[in-house]
């Protein structure tokens, strides 16, 4: 417990209080073997010397990023003609034993092309690598994930540049020192937390400024949430954005969607405007503006929703889905712009910080089967908004019904007795009694995203 100490800039107080609170029988906590890595922004007030030096660098970096891809796209090029006929479109002539250029070679060319190229050596050599390095992971992202293509950068599209360490005490009160760039001063609008180590930090330019993300690693290990207290089910959607087995429906809200059109309307007007022009860079600018003002404007109501979610709760569960695919999946149908995939991590950083369980359960069939009873009731489509039991006559709505389900494969997913929370349950007032019956599995096998069994294999008490 002594560690905890260390991390008194970090909001705490919730781990430590809850930590004190564990009843007596539990003897231990289980730690995190994953270290602590967060990012803190802060608004940079560059002079405008600094400015023009930020942007040279930023210059550099793209085309140093558009000559590694060109040199990989040509190297596949290359090789994709057969060998007894030509290519309909012209293509270099790369020689069959050359190897890929990968990172390390395209670094080693990197620093001979200094000599040539001086203008490379205004940057620092370090940043110059990352940007390869940035390239090098989007390369294995498409060929691995499935990502999409690295692109060709314009001066809009190249935004930021990052250091992977800075030097000796780079942080006095009213400013921070880059190499290169020396002092800029910043607004600290909250405080670094201490004990904390610099892993990298990284300039970015957007529509409102110039800011800088610090990556701040802690060296301790954290204890994750234990399972205690009131389970809530959540069942993410695009009818609903969330459903809560507590019954609550929350939908997305209408000022993101003002925003949303706002935004296509400025976005129609580009097409009018000549390019390279004035007025087009201008409606660039109003563009970018707004693009900054609607993701500030859904991180802050993601953040909101997220605590509103955890109040109340000592346990969270939602569907284990990779969010970013399944809205890829979905973006063709409707033009929603509902970012799950920064909802989810969001949820999960703040059930952290308020020591709620996080945990994703199995998301196949939620909606085909009753929550109440567990019999199955059949695929539905989507346009079935009600859930009606055959069986036990359970109605309800389909997100609730689904956001149920979620909720007690992940009852049946840690396992235990959840200890009584009575104050918790009062406020509540969704469940009658919780004092669900354990399926004999222990405490260390109830560990994130496992493989559930279905809730049948246990006794369950009635669901309200
Ligand atoms: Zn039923």
């Known amino acids: ?35 602590l890595t967060m990012t803190y922004e802060y608004k940079l007030q560059p002079t405008p010397e600094q400015i023009t030096t930020i942007e040279q660098t930023l210059d550099v970096c793209r085309s140093v990023w558009n000559f590694a891809l060109r040199q990989r796209k040509d190297w596949c090029n290359s090789r994709k003609s057969a060998i007894n006929a030509c290519s309909i479109q012209s293509e270099y002539i790369i020689s069959a034993d050359e190897p890929f250029p990968n990172y390390h070679k395209q670094a080693k060319q990197l620093t001979e092309a200094k000599n040539q190229y001086p203008q490379l ?15 090098d992971r989007a390369w294995d992202d498409m060929k691995n994930r499935g990502f999409g293509f690295p692109r060709f950068k314009n001066k809009y599209r190249m935004r ?3 250091f992977p360490q800075l030097g000796k005490d780079p942080i006095r009160n009213d400013s921070i020192k880059f190499p290169k760039l020396g002092w800029i001063q910043w607004r600290q609008s909250r405080p670094l937390p201490e004990g904390f180590l610099f892993k990298q930090a990284r300039i970015v330019r957007k529509a409102s400024g110039y800011f800088v993300m610090l990556s701040l690693q802690l060296n301790i290990d954290v ?10 089910g959540l069942d993410l959607g695009y009818d609903k954005f969330v459903a809560t087995s507590d019954g609550e429906e929350i939908k997305r809200p209408r000022f993101l969607k003002t925003m949303q059109r706002k935004l296509k309307l400025l976005q129609r007007r ?28 859904r991180k802050d109501w993601h953040y909101k929703l997220s605590h509103h979610l955890c109040d109340g709760a000592g346990m969270i569960f939602v569907e284990d889905i990779n969010f970013v695919s ?11 712009d509902a970012g799950f995939g920064q909802f989810a991590n969001i949820l999960e950083w703040v059930c952290f910080r308020r020591d709620v369980y996080f945990a994703k359960v199995n998301k196949d069939g939620t909606s085909q089967t009753c929550p109440n009873c567990g019999a199955y009731t059949g695929k539905k489509t989507l346009d079935i908004r009600f859930h009606h039991c055959n069986e036990c006559g359970y109605k309800t709505t389909r997100d609730v019904a689904a956001s149920l389900e979620i909720r007690n494969r992940g009852i049946t997913a840690v396992g235990q007795t959840v200890v009584e929370n009575v104050c918790g349950l009062e406020a509540t007032g969704s469940i009658g009694h919780d004092t669900l019956v354990g399926t004999g599995r222990s405490r260390k096998s109830a560990s994130r995203g496992v493989g559930i069994p279905h809730f049948k294999d246990i006794e369950h008490s009635e669901v309200a």
């Open 1 to 35: 417990m002594d560690s905890l100490k260390l991390i008194e800039g970090f909001d705490t107080p919730k781990i430590s209080k809850y930590i004190n609170s564990l009843p007596s029988q539990i003897t231990h906590v289980r730690y995190n073997a994953v270290m």
């Open 121 to 135: 050596k205004l940057v620092h050599s370090q940043v110059l690598q990352q940007t390869l390095r940035t390239l």
């Open 160 to 162: 930021s540049f990052v």
């Open 223 to 232: 204890p994750n949430p234990m399972p205690h207290g009131h389970p809530r």
């Open 270 to 297: 580009l097409k009018n405007k000549q390019k390279g022009s004035n007025n087009r860079h201008k409606l660039n600018q109003k563009i970018a503006r707004l693009h900054q003002r609607i993701s500030d404007t």
């Open 326 to 336: 399944w809205q890829r999946g979905m973006l063709s149908k409707q033009n929603a």
